[in-house]
């Protein structure tokens, strides 16, 4: 297994902190910084392993709404 270096940000909402990996789009949270990032690191882990599906993938389109809050 190969490791890779990643630059993480780590910022606070409400009562969580949110950890997101700059390089790839993957982001995780935690209650602290630490927990944050280690549950980016298995994200991120998960985020590089090969698809096994266990059914077939089916393509679905979707509309959604979106505007100024």
Known sequence: ???IPLTAVVWQE???FIAQ???VDVASQGK?????LE??????ELH???PRPTVLPAIHHL???VGAA
């Open 14 to 16: 409400d009562g969580w």
């Open 63 to 65: 509309r959604v709404k």
């Open 1 to 3: 297994m190969q490791e």
């Open 48 to 50: 590089f392993e090969p």
């Open 32 to 36: 602290s910084p630490n927990v944050a």
């Open 39 to 44: 549950n980016l690191a298995e994200a991120v």
């Open 21 to 23: 990996a700059l390089e």
